[in-house]
Structures are given as structure tokens and as C-alpha cells.
């Protein structure tokens, strides 16, 4: 960062000190003591213990005052612009933005500095108590399957499966299935691209096409399919991922159909040239087999699958549930993946695995930090009342629950462009106002996923990444990336709705 850039991380504080209207600090103080003590028996010593009881009880008189309910609004709005102008404008790292926000939120809400601190250590720890295991193992296990080539044998089956004739299903469905170890649409769609260009002189497609078949792949499973998307969001709003990836997946069928046909729909009006290129072969020996490339994706997967389904239906022996509720954990069962994946690197040395783990743990690092940091900005905002405020204002809207959380999450991905600080900071909004909204944990958390699909614009690394490797033009980047991207957004909520009613 810049000298000149640097004071720009103080106003945050500067804006919602100078803005916020008069509040009163006990209150703060006594809902953050109310929150500490719901979880004192497992984070605090006894005596800790007795000491947030005693003033608790000594205070309860003040619970009569409250903060200034314009005063919590104002420095909420500062708070969110802040962290949208810093990103966006001026480019400061989602990490150091949200957690600077953070401090400047909780300051301006009157919170003493020691207790300020406390709540930000819990937030950070809890959440990534959870998440970390989960995040540092998808991100190894989608190093490997890129350096062993595991990837390249997902996208060649797949075509078998298929037909030749059928190039565009081919593509998108590959990017569909390399997205979800590597948890990331923009890798997926790299990784692949060399074969999509193939894959469209062989079959006599033009790229745009099959670009775009391959791009509504990798994105829809990177947004509504386990571990991206809902890990987050449900880490953060405490939902049950079972059901969270159950209804993800289903829901995530439709919106892959719409872009393909979309894709068709391109490739139809498509003046464009096709390539007299053919896919390369796979005559490298050291290519890991087509059943173990394909199982390092889906038994991770399959195992969460089946212990949700095993938790709800299914009558077992204990012995047998027991053992699927441990191997069928998100902390295990990704793990289990890890090991399975190592077995695709028979024949290489330890040194050269040891630095694709290592590449794995790098890229791991970023996403936790901007995790933690929404846990901590999470914590901060249930420790006020903006929850409470927040919800009396939504409810005198009249606007249904779940659009507002889809609108919330939109809004954030169109403004900030990042699906990661959308994943983090919209259900850190949404959490303290969810009973207000009426809406269940798990379906908030697949309508957070749904408002983070809309809009990919210029400030998505997705767009550039799609357009430079497709050759398209800016303004067929605008067509089949961001109108397509809204469609796909708004059909995933509608189906979310429609799965809730029937399964929720």
C-alpha cells in the first residue's frame, strides 16, 4: 500500500465517529455483557462467569435505554459504504477493509475497547474453528487434481459420456465438477479453457459458446454447490449444511440449464469462425485414472450427502450411524478427500507433493483471513442492536423475508464485484435481523448464495477472466456474462422458494 493510500484505512472510523447521532454507551456495554455471558460457560472461566452475571444484574435497570435507533442505522450505512468505496475504489484488501470496518463500527456503537477486542477474538476463533479444516483440504485437494492432470481426465469423460455432438453440455458440465474441489469458477474455468478450445474445433463450435457453457458451470456450482458458497454462509447464519447442500444442488439444476441454453442460444447467433484445432490426446502415462480423478470429487461430497440423509430418513444400527455421522462431517470427510487425492500423485516425489500442499495452504490463507474478519464484523454487529433496529424497519416495508435477503447480497456482489466478501459480510448483515425476517437459517443462506450470482461486471475478476480467455469482445462479455449471470440469479431464487415450500 501507498503513503498516500494509507490514510484512507482511517475513514471508516473518521465518517461513523463524525456521523453517528447521540447513543448511549451503557446499553452498548450491556448487550455486548448479555452475549458474552449466552456464551460464558464454554469460552470463560468461572469467575469470569460470576462477574458478567453480577453486572448484568446490577445494570438491569438501564435496560429501559437505548441507542438512538437513527444513530444505529447511520453508522450501519457508513459502515457498509465504507467497506464497498475501500474495495472497490481504492482497491484495499477485503481482510484489512472488514476488519478495520469492524473497529470503526464497533467504536462508533459505543463499545469499550477492551470488550470491543473480546468480541472481536470471539467472531474471528468461532468461525474459523469450523471453517478452516474445511477450507485448507478443498484447496489441496483442487491443487492436486490441477497438477496431476485429475482435471483434464474429469473434462475428457465427461465428453465420452456425452458425445462429441454435444461439446457445449460437455464444457459446462466439466466446470460444474472441477469448481467444486477448487472453489474457485475463475481457476475451473482456466484450468479448462485449453480443452474448450479444442473441444470447439473439434466439433465445430464457435468458442463463444462453449465459453460460456463452461463459465455457467463452473459458476453455478461455485455459488450454490458445497464448499463454496454455503459453507460460508452457512458457517456464519448457523444453518445445517446437509440441507443447505441438498436444496443447493437441486436448486443449482435449473440455473445450469438456463445457461446452457443461453450457450445454445450463442452459439446460434455466432458469426464467428470456428477453429480447425483438435483436443490434444492423453497419451501422458502419469495421468491419474478417470475413477480416481472423479472420486476425489464426489466422495467428499457423497459423504456429507449421506449423513444428512441418515440424521432425517433412514433407520440404521447405531454402530453404522455413528460411524457415518463421524466419516460424513465436513471437518472429515474433506480430510478423507485429501488422502484419496495423494494417491493420484503415485510415482512423484514427496518434495514435489509437499509444494502443491503448500500452494494449497497459500490460497487457503487470503479466504480464511477475509472469513475471519466477517466472523469478527458478524460478532460486533449482534452485540448492538442494529438487529433489532433493522428488523422493525424491514417489517414496516412489508417486503418478504427472503427477497430482502436476496436483495442484500445482490446489491453487495454488484457493488464490490467479490463473491467472497459477499459470502462474509451479507449474512454478517443478515444474522441479527433474521427473526425479524422470518426466514429460516437455510433459507437464508441459499437466497445469500442466489444475490451473490447477479451481476458479474467489470469488477469481477470472473468477467475478465471469461472474456480474455474466450476472446470475446466487451460487449459480448456484457450479453453472456452479466444479463446471463442476473437470469441465472433471480432463477435460482425463485427455485430456492419453490424448494422451500415443498422440503422446509
Not at 479453457?193 to 457453457?213: D, E, F, M, Q
Not at 445469500?448 to 470475446?472: E, L, Q
Request: glycine share 8%; with cysteine.
Amino acid at each position: 500500500m501507498s503513503i498516500s493510500s494509507k490514510p484512507l484505512i482511517l475513514l471508516p472510523y473518521l465518517f461513523l465517529r463524525v456521523f453517528a447521532l447521540k447513543r448511549s454507551p451503557p446499553r452498548c456495554n450491556l448487550i455486548l455483557l448479555e452475549s458474552l455471558h449466552k456464551s460464558s460457560e464454554e469460552n470463560m472461566p468461572l469467575a469470569s462467569n460470576r462477574r458478567i452475571s453480577e453486572a448484568l444484574q446490577a445494570r438491569e435497570a438501564e435496560r429501559s435505554e437505548s441507542l438512538d435507533a437513527p444513530g444505529l442505522l447511520l453508522v450501519f450505512a457508513l459502515g457498509i459504504l465504507a467497506i464497498v468505496i475501500l474495495i472497490s475504489k481504492f482497491k484495499v484488501h477485503p481482510f484489512l477493509t472488514i476488519f478495520v470496518v469492524t473497529i470503526a463500527v464497533g467504536l462508533a456503537y459505543g463499545f469499550a475497547p477492551r470488550d470491543l477486542i473480546q468480541l472481536i477474538i470471539k467472531g474471528f476463533s468461532n468461525i474459523l474453528g469450523y471453517v478452516a479444516i474445511i477450507v485448507l483440504s478443498a484447496t489441496i485437494i483442487g491443487e492436486i487434481l490441477d497438477r496431476t492432470g485429475a482435471t483434464r481426465r474429469v473434462a475428457e469423460a465427461v465428453l465420452m459420456t456425452v458425445g462429441s455432438s454435444r461439446t457445449a453440455l460437455a464444457m459446462g458440465v466439466s466446470g460444474y465438477l472441477v469448481a467444486l474441489p477448487v472453489m474457485c469458477c475463475d481457476t475451473a474455468f482456466i484450468v479448462l479453457s485449453p480443452i474448450a478450445r479444442a473441444l470447439a474445433g473439434a466439433g465445430k463450435v464457435s468458442k463463444a459458446a462453449v465459453s460460456t457453457a463452461l463459465a455457467v458451470g463452473a459458476y453455478t456450482s461455485f455459488k450454490l454447490v458445497y464448499p463454496a458458497g454455503p459453507l460460508f454462509t452457512s458457517a456464519i447464519l448457523g444453518a445445517e449444511i446437509g440441507k443447505v447442500m441438498e436444496l443447493g444442488v437441486l436448486a443449482s439444476i435449473p440455473v445450469f440449464a438456463l445457461g446452457l441454453l443461453w450457450a445454445h442460444k450463442a452459439e446460434r447467433a455466432s458469426s464467428e469462425p470456428v477453429s480447425t484445432s483438435t483436443i490434444v490426446g492423453s497419451a501422458d502415462s502419469r495421468l491419474p485414472s478417470t475413477l480416481a480423478s472423479f472420486a476425489c470429487i464426489v466422495l467428499p461430497i457423497s459423504l456429507i450427502l449421506l449423513r444428512s440423509m441418515v440424521g432425517t430418513t433412514l433407520s440404521i444400527p447405531v454402530h453404522i450411524r455413528q460411524t457415518l455421522d463421524l466419516v460424513g462431517h465436513p471437518i472429515i470427510a474433506l480430510p478423507i478427500g485429501v488422502g484419496l487425492s495423494l494417491t493420484l500423485a503415485s510415482g512423484r516425489k514427496m518434495s514435489e507433493i509437499n509444494v502443491w500442499i503448500s500452494d494449497g495452504i497459500k490460497r487457503a490463507a487470503s479466504i480464511l483471513a477475509i472469513v475471519g474478519a466477517g466472523g469478527a464484523l458478524g460478532t460486533v454487529l449482534q452485540a448492538s442492536r442494529i438487529g433489532d433496529v433493522l428488523g422493525d424497519a424491514v417489517a414496516s416495508l412489508g417486503v418478504p423475508g427472503l427477497a430482502v435477503v436476496f436483495l442484500v447480497s445482490a446489491v453487495i456482489k454488484t457493488g464490490i464485484g467479490s463473491s467472497m466478501v459477499t459470502w462474509i459480510t451479507a449474512p454478517s448483515i443478515i444474522l441479527p435481523i433474521l427473526p425479524a425476517l422470518g426466514v429460516s437459517p437455510v433459507m437464508a443462506s441459499l437466497a445469500i448464495c442466489a444475490g451473490s450470482m447477479v451481476c458479474i461486471n467489470v469488477n469481477d475478476s470472473f468477467f475478465w477472466v471469461v472474456t480474455g480467455f474466450a476472446d470475446m469482445d466487451i460487449r459480448s462479455g456484457f450479453k453472456n456474462l452479466t444479463l446471463l449471470s442476473t437470469l441465472m440469479g433471480t432463477t435460482a431464487l425463485v427455485t430456492i422458494v419453490l424448494l422451500g415450500s415443498l422440503f422446509t
